[in-house]
């Protein structure tokens, strides 16, 4: 059961807990309470991932070398283009199925090639899921994938797992 749906359950019976008994109410806080049993990341083949893709707009990528330099000539405009703004992000959710490898860390590239060839190391999936958003860790962190570039994990769902 997911995170926000136990909080929500452990709401409305908290809400109704004068009409259940109590061992009966605090019998079902505590089940909801317990934590879920970590998953075996060594033994995943595939795994479908659910993330925010946030690329950063800058404006200078979209004028002409003349164009810049009229800019960067004008005191009126030079701070603002170069400058970072909420309005130049774009914001993509994505899912992308992807290959879980194992090989030695020489073979490791970064995230952001990993991601193209849909193929992750088993570190980089810990990485991933270490950054999903959590109720005990408001907010979303993210996973840095260049100056311009970086994602927000959301979720992810285990497609396939290695045979013992």
Request: aromatic content about 8%; overall charge negative; glycine content about 2%.
């Amino acid at each position: 059961m997911e995170i926000e749906q136990r909080d929500k359950l452990a709401e409305l019976i908290f809400d109704i807990k004068d009409t259940i008994k109590d061992g009966q109410y605090k019998a079902l806080m505590e089940t909801l309470g317990k934590k879920e049993v970590e998953p075996d990341l060594e033994n995943m083949r595939m795994v479908k991932l659910q993330y925010i893709d946030c690329t950063h707009i800058d404006a200078y990528d979209y004028l002409t070398e003349c164009e810049t330099e009229m800019c960067i000539r004008s005191d009126e405009h030079s701070d603002e283009m170069g400058e970072f703004k909420q309005e130049r992000i774009h914001r993509v959710v994505k899912t992308q199925i992807v290959e879980i490898h194992r090989e030695s860390d020489d073979d490791w590239c970064r995230l952001s090639e990993a991601l193209e060839d849909s193929r992750l190391h088993l570190n980089q999936l810990a990485i991933f899921r270490k950054n999903m958003p959590h109720v005990s860790r408001p907010g979303s962190c993210f996973i840095y994938i260049n100056d311009k570039r970086w994602i927000h994990p959301l979720k992810y769902t285990v497609l396939d797992k290695k045979e013992n």
